[in-house]
């Protein structure tokens, strides 16, 4: 009976061992395809520690950089970011300054953003504030030429950014996001451009309709998206539309807008959640990047 239980004992430590080894190579695995590989940099925040990781060329050029910021969806977490490395290259090219911040959950919030930001709630916004800040300390920043660019959760955090930082952020784009139909505090003194990218067929974020949160009041029902298109155009005036159709996608631009500004809309009529690696014939990143670098805070947007 006893040589018995012994051997129980050691097959369960066996299963035990295997596990634990079974949970760290799969953990180093995703990690390794997944995780943030970029240089960390600790900030405090008031009196909370924070990071972020950030990106920067080679080039020995002193003059002043945009800076991008990749905001990522989930859990905002130590991840890449979809097509990081695209986006690197192309900062390498262009000598662009990428950052990738880390969110935190933070009291009852079910997301790792802030959403729905008020006057007591303002602990991203101002961990944003200090991030811009600590990078000009460290590089030659172009003031004017700051943008954002989210995914998913960060999609809609991007929203915040154009509520209440569209004095720092020259334009936006996001992919999977939305944002609440009735904001606390959305009164930006500029317009700020924005691009937004949603599949048809998104399974998390619904395109057509709108919805709650499972556990989280205080931010309120979130937009549909042909609602959050509606509300941004409305807002800034815009007096023109242009729509170009092809069969997997509808590019919708609103021009003429109040303070030279445009909401450009790509509808992808078979799209899902998943970051699409194209729109049109080419690369996302690429297309996303020349909606932003049209615009800068002292400039109109040019004509290309």
């Known amino acids: 009976m006893q040589r018995r239980l012994k051997l129980a004992g050691l097959v369960l430590l066996g299963i035990a061992v295997l596990t634990t080894l079974g949970y760290q190579w799969y953990l180093a695995w995703v990690t390794r395809e997944y995780g943030q590989h970029l240089p960390r940099i600790d900030i405090t925040v008031d009196t909370t520690d924070r990071e972020y990781y950030a990106f920067t060329s080679h080039s020995a050029s002193d003059a002043p950089k945009p800076l991008v910021f990749l905001l990522n969806g ?27 911040p880390v969110g935190e959950h933070v009291q009852d919030n079910e997301g790792a953003w802030q959403l729905n930001t008020s006057a007591s709630t303002y602990q991203d916004i101002d961990y944003i504030n200090h991030i811009i800040d600590d990078v000009a300390e460290r590089h030659v920043i172009d003031p004017d030429r700051l943008y954002a660019v989210g995914y998913s959760l960060g999609s809609m955090f991007a929203y915040e950014l154009a509520c209440h930082l569209s004095h720092r952020f020259a334009a936006i784009a996001s992919f ?14 500029r317009h700020v451009p924005l691009m937004h990218i949603h599949g048809v067929n998104d399974p998390i974020i619904a395109y ?26 409305s807002r800034y005036r815009c007096r023109t539309v242009d729509i170009a159709e092809s069969p997997n996608e509808v590019h919708t631009v609103y ?9 450009e809309h790509y509808q992808l009529l078979a799209g899902t959640h998943e970051w699409p690696a194209t729109l049109g014939e080419r690369p996302t990143h690429e297309v996303i990047w020349a909606f932003l670098s049209r615009y800068a805070l002292t400039q109109t947007a040019s004509s290309t």
């Open 208 to 233: 057509a309709k709108t919805w709650d949160w499972k556990h989280w009041p205080t931010v309120g029902t979130m937009r549909d998206v042909p609602g959050l298109v509606a509300f941004w155009r």
């Open 176 to 189: 999977a996001g939305s944002m609440p139909i009735r904001p606390t505090a959305c009164d930006p003194k």
């Open 255 to 263: 021009a003429e807008c109040e303070q030279n500004a445009t909401v």
């Open 74 to 100: 989930g859990d905002a977490g130590h991840w890449r970011f979809p097509q990081q490395f695209a986006w690197q290259a192309l900062a390498e090219e262009l000598d662009i300054v990428l950052v990738v």
